[in-house]
């Protein structure tokens, strides 16, 4: 499969266009003619209309996939920047092509100049599609790249199968496939459609992003808010429920003890993790404190300051996902028996990652209070989470050395 990318960008537009290998094995991408075609015998006139649809459809394919490598060796940086509002209407109109594609189908099967007339309509409106969505991307970072290129992507591949589609169908003596035209139709308009959603600037596509990671975030908090305490701490503090509770969970499948998993921390492994459920907590304010602040900095990007601004908007992103990273380290290590060390070590890279993203907001000359006071918030309480662990730490190594001189 073809992997072509535009360029000033790491992201790639991947199998838009199939290898030749790949291509001579599927009919409606192949310039052989259809199986059976030849053995001596004489063609007919759809077998032969067919082969030219398919040598047609082969061109307007190659022709897509050269634009594509032209682009990839054209920076964006020396083109006009478009509007995405013109990418998307740009859009529009290739939903409405893909529609009459579908009406043909819609009666008495198409004649052969009709499909080759409407393809060639297609594949230019689809052509002025890519360069439109391909000048887009001046000023585009990364992250907004990789959001452009995936949308384009969708619509390009729709595009494909509904054109392969469309040769398929003709010649074909199974008229049940002429139902299956719709959904590809329908496919087109999604991808189309789905323009609409697409982030216009790099700070709608990092906020986006960073909301993502928050999203993730939440997962890891919901998943230790459902730790538990074990039954013999439990045992302490209601003895008499126990007798009841312990009655019912003998009846129980021997395989419950799989979703018993992270119900057995000590008091002081569930110190730590209610320490840690307060510094995702408090790293989910930050974050959002932190969209609320980029988002508020719309007016300051300018595609003539080199890029610095978008350069510092992706840190901060980058910042962000390996809190978020650390985060999950962070979650996996409360089961018991909870690593300490990893505990320590992940609240260690937190807090320089933490500093790392506040002094990345304060080069912006505009810092939110609510932002730092976020920060400090956070700080505060990787710090009692340093102590505890310590504390942990040492009051097991005195049980430790206890047990030894008892031995001895």
Same mark, same amino acid.
């Given at each position: 499969m073809c992997s072509l990318c535009f360029n000033n960008s790491a992201y790639h537009f991947d199998h838009f266009v199939e290898d030749k290998a790949d291509c001579q094995s599927k009919d409606a991408c192949s310039s052989k003619p259809p199986i059976g075609s030849h053995g001596g015998r004489k063609m007919g006139r759809k077998e032969r209309e067919k082969e030219q649809l398919i040598r047609t459809l082969n061109n307007h394919l190659n022709n897509i996939h050269e634009t594509l490598q032209v682009?990839? #060796?054209?920076? &964006?940086?020396?083109?006009?920047?478009v509007s995405w509002n013109d990418?998307? #209407?740009? /859009?529009?109109?290739?939903?409405?092509? =893909?529609?009459?594609?579908?009406?043909?189908?819609?009666?008495?099967? +198409?004649? &052969?100049?009709a499909i080759?007339?409407?393809?060639?309509?297609?594949?230019?409106?689809? $052509?002025?599609?890519?360069?439109?969505?391909?000048?887009?991307?001046?000023?585009?970072? *990364?992250?907004?790249?990789?959001?452009?290129? =995936?949308?384009?992507?969708?619509?390009?591949?729709s595009s494909?199968?509904?054109?392969?589609?469309?040769?398929?169908?003709?010649?074909?003596?199974? @008229?049940?496939?002429?139902?299956?035209?719709? $959904?590809?139709?329908?496919?087109?308009?999604? &991808?189309?459609? =789905?323009?609409?959603?697409? *982030?216009?600037?790099?700070?709608?596509?990092?906020?986006? !992003?960073?909301? $993502?990671? !928050?999203?993730?975030?939440?997962?890891?908090?919901?998943?230790? @808010?459902?730790?538990? +305490?074990?039954?013999?701490? $439990?045992?302490?503090?209601?003895s008499h429920d126990d007798s009841a509770k312990a009655d019912s969970e003998h009846q129980e499948d021997?395989?419950?003890?799989l979703d018993e998993l992270g119900n057995d921390?000590? %008091?002081?492994?569930?110190?730590?993790? #209610?320490? &840690?459920?307060?510094?995702v907590s408090d790293m989910l304010v930050v974050i959002k404190e932190l969209i609320r602040t980029i988002t508020g900095l719309l007016k300051h990007e300018n595609p003539d300051d080199g890029g610095k601004f978008v350069d510092t908007l992706e840190r901060l992103l980058k910042l962000c996902q390996g809190i978020g990273v650390q985060?999950?380290?962070?979650? !996996?290590?409360?089961?018991? *028996?909870?690593?300490?060390?990893?505990?320590?070590? /992940?609240?260690?890279?937190?807090?320089?990652?933490?500093?790392?993203?506040?002094?990345?907001?304060?080069?912006?000359?505009? %810092?939110?209070?609510?932002?730092?006071?976020?920060?400090?918030?956070l700080r505060s309480s990787l710090k009692q989470m340093d102590s505890e662990v310590d504390c942990f730490n040492t009051t097991d190594l005195e049980a430790k050395l206890q047990n030894v001189a008892i031995s001895n």
């Open positions: 682009l990839n #060796q054209t920076a &964006a940086s020396s083109l006009e920047k990418v998307i #209407q740009m /859009g529009e109109q290739v939903s409405k092509k =893909a529609t009459v594609v579908g009406m043909l189908w819609t009666g008495e099967t +198409p004649e &052969a100049k080759e007339e409407n393809m060639a309509e297609y594949f230019n409106m689809l $052509q002025g599609f890519i360069l439109l969505s391909h000048g887009s991307t001046v000023g585009a970072g *990364p992250t907004l790249s990789l959001s452009i290129h =995936a949308s384009v992507k969708q619509v390009v591949d494909f199968k509904l054109m392969m589609e469309s040769i398929t169908l003709y010649g074909s003596d199974n @008229k049940d496939k002429e139902h299956l035209m719709p $959904q590809y139709v329908g496919a087109v308009w999604e &991808a189309c459609s =789905a323009l609409k959603k697409t *982030p216009a600037t790099n700070i709608t596509g990092i906020g986006r !992003a960073m909301t $993502q990671v !928050a999203v993730s975030m939440k997962d890891v908090l919901r998943e230790m @808010k459902e730790l538990k +305490p074990s039954s013999s701490d $439990q045992n302490n503090e209601a021997d395989n419950s003890s921390l000590s %008091s002081e492994e569930m110190k730590v993790a #209610q320490l &840690a459920i307060g510094i985060i999950d380290e962070l979650g !996996a290590s409360l089961y018991p *028996p909870q690593e300490l060390s990893v505990i320590k070590a /992940g609240s260690v890279k937190i807090l320089s990652m933490t500093d790392e993203l506040q002094k990345e907001v304060e080069s912006f000359n505009s %810092s939110s209070e609510a932002f730092i006071q976020a920060c400090n918030g």
